[in-house]
């Protein structure tokens, strides 16, 4: 069977995420303590016992939720049979936003260092971003591209107002101003939306009040050596592939301010035939999201111990 690996992006975090890990693999445990050197924060305490409140911060969660993916990657590579581990070799890798960092690592595009430090770097400025600008997000249900198109052109009213994430049939993300966020919730009804929900975040990502971050994320990839993938890793930006080194430092820059299309990457997948999907990290928003884009698909939310020495136990 052709299976993909898929990891979640910010939203997944909760708080004790990771513990049982930490407990049970000196492999996870190397790469929290690892991760907690090299991002400078108590990420630790942070997942173990939160606040949740500061665990949900933009340049908290971020490499908070890669780091307990990669544990979770290091712990499966521990805690698996041989045998499971060669049945577990993925034909693709994708990831929600941040998670297509974590993705690239996974694949061996990125080292441990090198990812650490663009999502610590990313996190900080994105939140840097949102706070110089009061903005938001916007969640639509029941339209389609066209009709959010068209919901952004006449709510923008001359400000940032755009889609940001296709995530699944019948949701949409809207990102902008605040005030624009505001009038697109107040009109979403007029263009056929079944509801619109204001989302607690920090800014508007996914748009061009990202792109201050986008200049600051430029610098760190300039130090950043990317390797050949060892499998094909998807973008969000486009649905494709990453290529080359260069393309791959682009498209991790053009994902801060386009639309994260995560419904046609999982088209994407499930056209080159794959049939099971393992989600990687905290939570099950992508199973979730999997439900309403394909029913029939397999997903494996791999986010604790229990579940890995569940994986172990199946024939």
Same mark, same amino acid.
């Given at each position: ?8 992006g ?16 000196p492999a996870?445990?190397?790469i929290?303590d ?17 606040p ?12 908070a939720?890669?780091t !307990?993916?990669?544990?979770? *990657?290091a $712990? ?6 041989q %045998? &499971?581990?060669? /049945?577990?070799?993925? =034909? ?12 690239l690592y996974?694949a ?23 706070t ?5 997000m916007?969640s ?32 949409? !993300?809207l990102?902008?101003? *605040?005030q $624009? ?6 009109? %979403? &009804?007029?263009? /056929?939306a079944?509801? =619109? ?15 201050p ?17 060892s ?20 498209k ?16 994407h ?7 099971r999907f ?17 029913r029939?698909?397999?997903?494996v939310?791999?986010n ?12």
């Amino acid at each position: 069977m052709t299976i993909a690996f898929i990891f979640p992006g910010q939203g997944a975090q909760q708080v004790g995420m990771g513990k049982d890990l930490y407990e049970a693999s000196p492999a996870a445990r190397c790469i929290f303590d690892t991760a907690e050197q090299l991002a400078h924060l108590p990420l630790k305490k942070l997942c173990f016992e939160g606040p949740q409140e500061e665990l949900a911060r933009t340049d908290v969660c971020q490499p908070a939720i890669f780091t !307990v993916s990669a544990a979770l *990657l290091a $712990a499966m590579n521990e805690l698996l049979p041989q %045998a &499971k581990r060669q /049945g577990l070799q993925p =034909a693709f890798m994708a990831g929600l936003s941040l998670g297509e960092y974590t993705a690239l690592y996974a694949a061996g595009c990125l080292s441990l260092s090198d990812a650490l430090r663009l999502v610590v770097r990313r996190g900080q400025a994105m939140q840097a971003a949102a706070t110089a600008v009061p903005s938001g997000m916007l969640s639509v249900m029941g339209l389609d591209e066209a009709k959010a198109q068209q919901l952004c052109q006449a709510a923008d009213d001359g400000e940032v107002l755009t889609p940001a994430n296709f995530n699944c049939p019948g949701q949409i !993300v809207l990102s902008g101003s *605040l005030q $624009a966020c505001r009038r697109a919730q107040n009109l %979403a &009804k007029d263009f /056929g939306a079944s509801g =619109a929900i204001p989302l607690n975040v920090a800014g508007a990502f996914h748009s061009q009040i990202m792109a201050p971050a986008a200049l600051d994320l430029a610098q760190a990839l300039k130090g950043v050596a990317f390797h050949p993938p060892s499998c094909p890793v998807i973008s969000n930006v486009d649905a494709q592939p990453h290529g080359d080194a260069a393309s791959t430092a682009g498209k991790l820059l053009a994902q801060l301010v386009k639309p994260v299309r995560w419904q046609q990457s999982m088209e994407h997948l499930l056209g080159a035939g794959v049939g099971r999907f393992y989600e990687i990290g905290p939570g099950r928003v992508l199973a979730g999201l999997m439900r309403r884009i394909d029913r029939q698909a397999e997903v494996v939310s791999l986010n604790s111990r229990e579940s890995l020495e569940r994986l172990a136990r199946e024939n």
